[in-house]
């Protein structure tokens, strides 16, 4: 064979190699097509695709349900020891995962970004009594009963935010009236409506309603205000020592071998500096919260902690 043939073929089985070895990433979206996870997975890797930083080929699977623990628990099944195998989740897993008694465990998974958040609002009717956050806690306080607070799944992020201001004012979390709904819209018909004293929930759920006069947002959960939110003070502000997001990140399979693993830590850190990802964040409404490899493992550690302890305070588990 002449030299030239030689290294067309070569170049040929390199190529081949490669095709085959982009065809292995496949991306594990434990929840329906079209939500905020699903979002996340799919325009991450856009964004990675167009900054050029992973142009393969991504298999995507949808398997919703149970807070993200029916596609995890298969994702840490089935793809165990898998060395481009990835999964997106978020805070409301941690919860869930006691919740439905899952077999998930997310210790064992390879922590690999944690990529963006949407901070909490609590919310009231536009003429409510309640002026200030102060205000309505004081209500709580006097009669959690009679406050009827609406938010999503029982255990979930929101839930959590409001046993949180409530063991923060010294209200036991086990006495609120938390009222799940079906949606951000279903929470804003029942403060509207008067069925809820008030709604807890993420920031672009209610603000389009908060500027059109129909509620009124009493805090956020963020550190610090937001440049959207420049009226609206944080919950520390108001004296309450709460801070919490609805984060979502990405997790490599269990025994991903650690070559790959870093290699992944790498391309995330490099698409969160990218304007592609930026543009992302922005259309999205979303806010970067990034936070790579090990580093996120630490924070998923402390806040199944912390979210473990306030769903046993709640009474949602012994």
């Not at 919703?64 to 165990?80: C, E, V, Y």
């Not at 806690?137 to 935010?161: M, R």
Request: net charge positive; glycine share 12%; hydrophobic share 40%.
């Amino acid at each position: 064979m002449k030299v030239s043939q030689l290294l067309k073929s070569l170049a040929v089985v390199t190529a081949l190699c490669a095709g085959a070895a982009h065809a292995q990433v496949s991306v594990m979206l434990p929840a329906n097509p079209g939500g905020g996870w699903d979002s996340t997975g799919r325009q991450a890797f856009q964004a990675m695709n167009k900054a050029g930083i992973y142009t393969g080929t991504v298999n995507f699977t949808n398997k919703g349900g149970a807070g993200g623990t029916i596609g995890l628990a298969d994702f840490q099944r089935s793809q165990k020891g898998k060395p481009d195998a990835l999964a997106v989740f978020g805070a409301i897993t941690v919860g869930a995962i006691t919740l439905n008694r899952s077999p998930v465990d997310l210790s064992k998974f390879k922590p690999v970004s944690r990529l963006t958040a949407e901070y909490l609002v609590l919310a009231v009717k536009a003429d409510s009594p309640y002026k200030n956050l102060g205000d309505f806690v004081a209500a709580l306080k006097s009669n959690p009963g009679a406050s009827a607070v609406g938010g999503g799944s029982a255990g979930g992020v929101d839930h959590i935010a409001l046993a949180l201001l409530a063991q923060s004012a010294g209200v036991p979390a086990a006495s609120l009236n938390y009222i799940p709904q079906a949606g951000g819209a279903d929470t804003v018909i029942g403060i509207i409506n008067g069925t809820l004293k008030a709604g807890i929930s993420g920031i672009s759920e209610f603000q389009q309603f908060a500027q059109e006069g129909r509620i009124r947002i009493l805090g956020v959960t963020t550190a610090e205000r937001l440049k959207g939110l420049k009226d609206v003070p944080t919950f520390k502000e108001a004296g309450y020592d709460v801070e919490i997001a609805n984060w979502r990140g990405i997790l490599g399979s269990v025994d991903m071998p650690e070559a790959n693993h870093k290699e992944w830590v790498e391309r995330f850190t490099k698409l969160n500096a990218t304007q592609e990802w930026q543009a992302v964040l922005e259309k999205q409404g979303w806010d970067a919260y990034f936070l790579p490899g090990d580093a996120f493992g630490q924070f998923i550690q402390s806040e199944s902690s912390r979210i473990n302890k306030v769903l046993k305070d709640a009474g949602l588990v012994k």
